[in-house]
């Protein structure tokens, strides 16, 4: 069993608050306990990000990048037990961790080991004709970050990778119910040789240790992977410091279905894209419009898909579907298809909690959900579970509208066999990412992150670079003449 519980420093050490507890949902039972860091313990941490800060930032992007490439080796070791540790700790099937959380994360290291040798800039030139101007793009200084449950290996991956590439030091705050991989790296990262200081971890609470980050003076950005509603508090902790601001937030993603598609692949994919991680995907497929003259037969396919997944225990390789993370989330999940469905909609399959062995766990059945309003809370706000509802439309036009007719732009993706319909739509609909023909897949080189009430900032690819970077101009007198011709301006020539 793990004994600390944070990284400051290049040290491990203990928080001294109150005691959390990690829940393995899919049993029940505490797998760890650890204390809470209060304010002391995340000053410190903020101390120590701020004292690696100089060396780091000003350390050659050669050399950052073979740490990067050592942090990646050292992950690779340790692939198995990250799979497990995070399965135990979220409930995900021990498949998802082991094809997609683990090989995902190692990958996006593997990536910014490269492209932190790689930051673009223009080239100089004489603008002015006087003067030329070049651009340096500099670290910002110390970045406090939050990261959520749902993929919390992946998500401190997220967090870490784009703002040490650049040079800047972070102080990370897991969620409080799934630190664990996050300390896992925190320990690959001092194998891997990483200069005390440049990444820390502390754990607790988001009122507790979350806001002792944001509301610091100490940090130049805080970046913040969660739900909406905590993203925009965030941001007002933030504000009076002027603190720099990345926020990814909720998602609402529309999965639209033309009547030119191919209904097979939009069946199968609409299942596999809002089951993954058992629906808690930012990304997730949550409201499927489909033509009417399709709409009956993708109903039916997807009901009868959704009824083969298998639910069990994470640990089994063939389990399809675990618990939700939490038996509060299960139980938000049961009342948003309760609340659906006495409002007059109606699960065509699934709708509730599992009994028998299941039912020790946080569990809930795969659920397809119709007949529900484009107005209606299952429709417009994010469920974060196996959950999605499909509803009829009529013209394209009618498809799109309804597409962005929720306050969220995170993803959504657009099934068609006509290239100008799969222009249009991936013209039109508001969204970080649209897919064509597929919904999920993300990519360590291209960028991921939100529009709309889904927050701003990239995720991934060098465009996080624009959220890690700041850019300076530099620009040099090339004339030598002591008296420019623009100080006419000021005062008569001499
Ligand atoms: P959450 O907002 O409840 O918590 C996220 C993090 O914020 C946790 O670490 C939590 O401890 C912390 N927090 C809570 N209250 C805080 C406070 N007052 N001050 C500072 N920090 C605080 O989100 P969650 O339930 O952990 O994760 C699910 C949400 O994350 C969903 O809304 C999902 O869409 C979103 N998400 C978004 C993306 C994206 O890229 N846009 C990716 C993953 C998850």
């Known amino acids: 069993m793990r004994e600390t519980s944070n990284y400051i420093g290049g040290s491990f050490g203990t928080g001294t608050g109150p005691e959390q507890t990690v829940i393995n949902p899919a049993t029940g039972e505490t797998i760890w306990t650890y204390r809470a860091d209060e304010e002391r313990s995340v000053a410190a941490a903020l101390a120590a990000a701020r004292d690696a800060f100089p060396g780091w930032s000003q350390a050659t992007p050669a050399d950052r990048s073979a740490a990067l490439y050592a942090l990646f080796g050292e992950l690779e070791k340790v692939a198995e037990e990250l799979a497990q540790a995070e399965s135990a700790q979220t409930g ?28 673009p800039g223009h080239a100089s030139a004489e603008y002015s004709g006087d003067h030329t101007s070049s651009i340096r793009r500099q670290a910002i200084g110390v970045v406090g970050s939050i990261s959520p ?32 991989t996050s300390l896992m790296l925190a320990e690959a990262c001092e194998r891997a040789g990483f200069p005390a200081g440049v990444v820390n971890i502390v754990n607790g609470p988001g009122p507790l240790t979350g806001e002792a980050i944001v509301r610091s003076p100490l940090i130049s950005m805080a970046s913040f992977t969660g739900s909406t509603v905590v993203g925009r508090h965030v941001a007002g902790l933030a504000a009076p410091n002027g603190t720099r601001l990345h926020l990814e937030l909720g998602g609402k993603a529309p999965f639209v279905v033309f009547d030119d598609a191919d209904l097979d692949a939009a069946i199968q994919g609409a299942v596999a894209a809002s089951l993954i991680n058992t629906g808690q995907d930012c990304t997730a497929a949550t409201r499927a419009y489909v033509h009417r003259s399709r709409y009956d037969d993708f109903v039916a396919g997807v009901a009868e898909l959704m009824g083969k997944v298998r639910l069990g225990d ?40 599992p009994g028998g062995e299941l039912a020790r766990g946080a569990y809930f059945e795969p659920t397809l959900v ?15 579970g196996p959950v999605l509802a499909a509803l009829p439309f009529d013209s394209d036009e009618e498809a799109l509208e309804l597409a962005n007719d929720t306050p969220f732009g995170l993803a959504a993706s657009a ?20 897919w064509i023909n597929d919904h999920i897949p993300i990519i360590s080189e291209m960028p991921h992150g939100g529009m709309k009430a889904s927050g701003y900032g990239k995720d991934m690819s060098t465009y ?20 420019k011709e623009w100080h006419r301006t000021i005062y008569r020539q001499r």
Do not use: C
């Open 415 to 434: 099934w068609t066999t006509n290239v100008y319909r799969a222009q249009e739509a991936t013209r039109r609909i508001d969204a970080g990412t649209v």
């Open 314 to 353: 994470p640990s089994d390789e063939d389990t399809d579907q675990g618990p939700l993370v939490s038996f509060k989330q299960r139980d938000k999940v049961a009342g948003m298809v309760e609340r659906a469905i006495t409002a007059g909609a109606r699960a065509v399959t699934g709708g509730k909690a």
């Open 370 to 384: 119709v007949d529900a309003e484009q107005k209606s809370e299952i429709v417009q706000e994010e469920v974060f």
């Open 464 to 483: 996080s670079f624009e959220e890690y970077t700041q850019v300076k101009h530099v620009i040099t007198e090339i004339t030598g003449e002591p008296v």
């Open 149 to 180: 449950w749902n993929y919390p290996l992946q998500m401190a991956a997220w967090k870490i990778l784009p703002a040490i590439a650049a040079g800047n030091t972070i102080v990370l705050k897991p969620a409080e119910n799934t630190p664990l």
């Open 92 to 119: 995900k099937p021990i498949r998802l961790a082991r094809e997609f959380d683990v090989p995902g994360t190692i990958d996006n290291v593997n990536f910014f080991a490269g492209a932190a040798r790689t930051l």
